[in-house]
Each structure stands twice: as C-alpha cells, then as structure tokens.
C-alpha cells in the first residue's frame, strides 16, 4: 500500500512539473499593431510593407507612421530589417520632399517599425504624394513603391514660410493631441529647407508664444513659456496654458540663435494675429 502511495505521488508531481515547464515554453500571442488603423499597403514580388497609425489616413502636418514588413510567400513579419524611406511630392514642373525622421525599430515590440513624415501641403484630390521604402533583410536589398494619398488637415498645423535670412523653413506641431483646459505640454518641430529633397532639423534655435482666442476678445492665457530646443529628440518643447475650450491661435515668433527674429511678429490690440502661426482647438 506504502509503494502504491509512493507511486502516485510520484507520479502525480513529475505531471505537475511537466506541466509547469510547458507552461513557462508558452510565448504568449501578441498583437503588435493593437490599437492601429491601416493606412494602406505597399506591394513589390517579395513583400508588402503595411503602413499604420492612430487615425487611418495620411494628413498635412506630422504623421507618426508605424510600419510591418510581410514575406508575401510565408505570410511571416519580418522581425530584423534596416529601412528608410523617401516621400516625395509631384507638381507639374517640379519634385520635392518633406522633413522626415529615420526609422527605427519600436521597443519592445517584434515586427514593427516607426518614424515620422511631416506632410507640408496636398494637392485638393489628396493626390500628388508617393512613398518609396528601401530596406534590406538579411543582407538582400529591396524597394517599394506607391503612391499615397494626404488629406488636407482640417486646422493650421504646419507651416512652410521664408526667414528674413533668406531660409526657406518648416515648423509642425506636433502634441498635444487630445489638448486639454490646462498647461499642455506643447511640441514643435523645427526645419529648414537645404533642397528639394533635405530638410535637417534646425538646432537651438527658440519659438516664442503668445497663444490667443478670437472668438473671446482674442485673449491670451497664464503661465505660457516659450519653446526650447531639446537635444534628445531635437523637438521643441513650451508649456501651452488652456483656459477654455474652443478655437485657439498659436501666435508664434522664430528666434534664431543670435536673438534676431527671423519670422513673427508681437500681437498687439490693433495687429491681432502673427504672420507665423498654428491652430488647435478643441
């Protein structure tokens, strides 16, 4: 009887420990692109580059763009590739590109890669712009290309404008995106236009605000500060004070790095409103 016990006992911890063990083996199933919406697929013979982000769509101003690249033979995502990109927009006697960031592999995340495109105009259509995305897998290099449609933003939230130095510049806002009636952390991007197809970030320059709403007697708000370079991410950052709800100018002035004011002007009771500016309201 004591053997018998013994035996199943024993038997009854290795199933346990067997049990366990496959239990720690299981990788659970994840979904990297939860949460995402497809913009739209890029196809060539060996792949499809699937383009994501939070809204669906394309739209002038900044697009931060998620990114899986799919064996068209195996249906697999592939998990190891470098990638860049080149955006380009059509006009009938020219070509030119935007300010683009590199792309990069997501933390934490297996199949998926993202940067960011800031779209500076679009034609009415939503036509004109196309999207080639170079990458290399295991040492093989690939293209793909397509076209892709930009919709025009419903508000001011980029602007392309010449300095009084004679640079042709870009600035985008880029958060908050759900603003609120409080100080909001406020984002720009700042670039400049060395040719159709480079646009670097433009360093250590500053970006005075002074925000304003019209419908309200064009009132300003409390505890506002202007917007300083940020080595990390090489952004722009400023506190944005809220204080109600509804359609806000951001009245802005571009200071260059010798305090000269190259773009901007103060807002006063008889000059309501900056020549450089953005909108948000909410």
């Not at 433009?202 to 500060?225: C, F, K, Q, W």
Request: proline share 4%; net charge negative; with cysteine.
């Amino acid at each position: 009887m004591k053997f018998k016990y013994l035996f199943a006992t024993l038997c009854f911890a290795l199933f346990t420990v067997s049990c366990s063990t496959d239990d720690n083996n299981d990788t659970p199933i994840t979904n990297d692109v939860e949460g995402l919406l497809k913009v739209q697929d890029i196809v060539n013979s060996t792949h499809t580059i699937e383009l994501f982000n939070t809204i669906g769509n394309f739209k002038t101003g900044y697009n931060n763009v998620i990114i899986r690249i799919k064996d068209n033979t195996t249906n697999n995502y592939i998990k190891n590739a470098t990638l860049s990109w080149i955006p380009m927009m059509q006009m009938p006697s020219m070509q030119h590109s935007c300010p683009k960031s590199e792309i990069t592999k997501t933390e934490g995340k297996e199949t998926i890669y993202e940067g960011f495109v800031i779209y500076q105009m679009t034609n009415l259509d939503g036509y004109g712009w196309s999207l080639t995305v170079n990458y290399a897998i295991d040492g093989s290099d690939y293209t793909a290309s397509d076209d892709v449609v930009v919709l025009q933003s419903e508000k001011h939230n980029t602007i392309s404008f010449k300095g009084s130095d004679d640079n042709q510049y870009i600035i985008a806002l880029i958060a908050p995106n759900d603003p609120k009636i409080a100080i909001n952390n406020l984002k720009l991007g700042l670039f400049k236009m060395e040719n159709m197809m480079t646009f670097p970030v433009v360093e250590d320059y500053t970006i005075a605000l002074d925000p304003r709403m019209p419908s309200m007697g064009n009132h300003s708000s409390p505890n506002n500060t202007d917007l300083s370079y940020n080595n990390e991410d090489q952004m722009y950052y400023g506190d944005l004070s809220l204080t109600m709800t509804g359609y806000w100018v951001l009245n802005l002035k571009l200071i260059n790095t010798l305090n000269e004011v190259i773009k901007g002007e103060d807002v006063t009771e008889t000059y309501e409103k900056s020549s450089l500016y953005l909108e948000l309201e909410f």
